[in-house]
């Protein structure tokens, strides 16, 4: 069974930093790009970025370039994504999943990032 288990937010002032992580079961991770999304209240979930199974293909939303950092180890079987400078407008629920394919419907329960003085 396909699972993702994300973990490592909470409340931050802007300008600081946080480290998602999640930790993915139930397929051959490393065949796999994994993105990460994220809901901010009242609004459309979005893509935030990606990364291709190997590492090598690397994107970011325009709105987050320069600031996160998306990364993998597949030994773990788990992506991870730095956040820094950190802003309000950063608040949102993130969630990881599998970017395409028969497995990218699923999603695991995310993690509250929470960014205020």
């Known amino acids: 069974q396909v699972q993702f288990v994300e973990s490592g937010g909470g409340l931050v002032q802007p300008g600081g930093s946080l480290r998602l992580s999640c930790a993915a079961s139930?397929?051959?991770?490393?065949?796999?790009?994994m993105s990460w999304y994220r809901q901010a209240p009242g609004k459309e979930r979005e893509w935030v970025a990606g990364i291709s199974g190997a590492g090598a293909s690397i994107s970011y939303a325009d709105s987050v370039q320069g600031r996160f950092t998306i990364s993998r180890d597949n030994s773990k079987n788990t992506v991870y994504l730095q956040m820094n400078s950190l802003k309000p407008e950063d608040t949102a629920v993130y969630y990881c999943?599998?970017?395409?394919?028969?497995?990218?419907?699923?999603w695991g329960q995310g993690t509250q990032v929470t960014v205020s003085s």
């Open positions: 999943k599998i970017t395409s394919g028969p497995f990218s419907g699923h």
């Open positions: 139930g397929f051959t991770f490393s065949l796999y790009a």
